[in-house]
């Protein structure tokens, strides 16, 4: 019999979230936090035209900024809802499953509520929020001494200092450091519940279609997570098109960092990967010794029935000890093909594929698009 649904929410929690919540829709919330950031730059950035030299870097050529605040912020709050729903299907899908047995319901629901209060905690968001200001001012620290005059500086007596443009965008650029950070949080949450799940005594069946003893649908949830290397990607790629095309600097100066981040993306989305190798390990073990018990019983009485030589009373032609003898072999075949972990190789591609793709474009600077054209052309013929 199908268990209720739990109340397991991974988003809608917290300050913030209370905050920004108020009967808007997602796409709605995302629009208007990403203007009410960049619409004042924008204003401030035209009034302060003629004013001084022209900045190396202006505000229209600034690729990363407009990335930061069009792009990202409404992708760090859009991914609330995949990410939301797909952690939630797969909380409920332990109970619905059969997974948790009845006496364990209790404890795994005492698991969903610690997980809420941990999501819910106003110290947590406060944390976050000073790790933000704190990225933040450290960042603000190097723009005014790095030597390059950019739209967000004036510079008096040969000393830079923030611009009213400037300082608008340091006062909103905590906010994006705050959505990255906030779901950092929430994915370390995430993979405590998972942690936490893994040790309830689990009704798994090392047979199970799925090659994970019923487990394959946390890639559901998983995954889903993709979208936040994706956003940090944006900026880093937003980042490096404005260097190359503003201050000439060649794209294979950042070959290995942006090759590093793309691994270290693959890294974090297989981080809890090895949550369930115990329970898994554990599950295929008992079930080896299972199976090769009654594989033995079973083939004994097969041969006895059937190679003993002595005719028997029933046709061997349409017997239906020889179908099951093979499902015998193909209930083996599955047990020694389950993976280790409900994570497999698609979770690696997600994020993998998520953390190249904004960095795609950056090729356009040292190859020509009609040689890329090319190229992939005769990779498909």
Known sequence: MQQPATDFSLTDRGPF?????????LILRAVLLALFAWLPLLVLALMARGEGPEPRISFANDIAVHVRFLLVVPLLILAEGPIGERTRKVANTFL????????????????VKKTSRRLESTLAEVAVLVLAVLAVSSMVRKLLH??????????????????????????????VAFLFLRWVWRFATWCWFLRQVSRLDLHLVATHAD????????????????????????VIAAHVGTEILQTGTELGTYKHALIAFVVMSILVGMLP?????????????????????????????????????????????????????ADLGGAF??????RPSPLDKRTAIAFALAAALPMLPLVLTVMPLNDIVKMLMKAVV
């Open 17 to 25: 979230d209370r905050v920004m919540r108020p009967r808007k829709p």
């Open 96 to 111: 619905s499953s059969g997974l948790v047995r009845p006496e364990d319901r209790g404890r795994f629901l005492e698991i």
């Open 146 to 175: 790095d030597g390059v005059v950019s739209w967000s500086e004036h510079v008096e007596g040969g000393v830079e200092h923030l611009s009213p443009a400037g300082w608008w965008y340091v006062v909103m650029t905590p906010v």
């Open 211 to 234: 090659r994970a003893a019923g487990l394959g649908f946390v890639n559901l949830g998983q995954n889903a997570f993709a979208a936040i290397p994706l956003a940090a990607s944006c």
């Open 273 to 325: 990967a090895p949550i369930f190798f115990k329970t898994l390990a554990r599950t295929k073990r008992a079930a080896q010794v299972a199976y090769g018990d009654l594989s033995a019983r079973y083939s004994q009485a097969f041969e006895a029935k059937w190679m003993s030589g002595e005719p028997g009373s029933e046709e061997l032609l349409g017997s239906g000890d020889f179908q099951s003898l």
């Open 333 to 338: 075949e599955r047990l020694d093909a389950m």
